[in-house]
């Protein structure tokens, strides 16, 4: 059983750029969460997709948006980068609630 | 949403028991309480749930007080690799959105 993936490990861009982050959930899992986390902070929740469908947000502007596919996969788009989006960014899958979601390792944004 | 309170930081013996403690007294009913932790650098890994029973697993045991007001992840023989930062979460009903706070840095030493 394969488990959460994420892609690109790393990633530099610079003010004002866009960035798409992806994310492989685990096999049959039909829900996916993303997170950022700040250095020294724990993850804090930008929203979560629920076959195919927003399913909740956090306290994140509306530059920040996803999209999930048939297949369950996931992306998460952020524009007009700024410097505090500088982060690890999480992807977590889970086959519903109240399952534990498991996490992929994540994507270090850096926002120059 | 529920918010958690845990020490900053915590130190154990390898070896000995670990005995992480939080506070969530604004609990809802129906809200959960999970546990995370998260090795550096890395995702945070699924340690354990629980809603109002006790609970164990493989890795760990939650005792969670009849009040529901704090709870406590207990890792019985604690060894250098469960040096990490635990999370106390609060899960959301209905929803998987996982409201982490700061956590506690355990530190296990030889």
């Known amino acids: 059983e394969t488990g959460v993936t994420q892609s690109p490990t790393h990633l530099i861009k610079t003010r004002g750029q866009q960035v798409t982050l992806r994310c492989s959930s685990q096999?049959?899992?039909?829900?996916v969460s993303w997170y950022q986390q700040a250095l020294g902070q724990g993850p804090q929740f930008i929203f979560q997709?629920?076959?195919?469908?927003?399913?909740g947000r956090g306290n994140f502007p509306p530059r920040f948006s996803g999209l999930q596919f048939p297949n369950y996969s996931s992306e998460l788009n952020v524009n007009a980068l700024e410097l505090d989006d500088s982060a690890l960014y999480l992807c977590?899958?889970?086959?519903?609630?109240?399952?534990?979601?498991?996490f992929g390792p994540g994507t270090r944004l850096t926002v120059l | 949403d529920a918010k958690t309170t845990q020490p900053t930081s915590m130190d154990c013996a390898e070896g000995r028991a670990a005995n992480l403690p939080c506070n969530h007294s604004t609990i809802s009913g129906n809200e959960y309480v999970y546990w995370y932790r998260q090795i550096h650098s890395q995702g945070p890994q699924y340690i354990i749930h629980g809603l109002k029973n006790n609970e164990t697993n493989e890795m760990a045991s939650l005792i969670i007080t009849e009040d529901r007001k704090s709870s406590t992840l207990i890792l019985p023989h604690a060894t250098l690799r469960d040096t990490a930062v635990y999370y106390c979460?609060?899960?959301?009903?209905?929803?998987?959105?996982?409201?982490f706070g700061t956590g506690t840095r355990l530190q296990v030493f030889p």
């Open positions: 979460i609060v899960r959301v009903p209905y929803t998987d959105k996982l409201i």
């Open positions: 997709y629920y076959r195919e469908e927003e399913n």
């Open positions: 977590a899958s889970s086959p519903g609630t109240p399952n534990e979601q498991f």
């Open positions: 096999s049959g899992h039909n829900t």
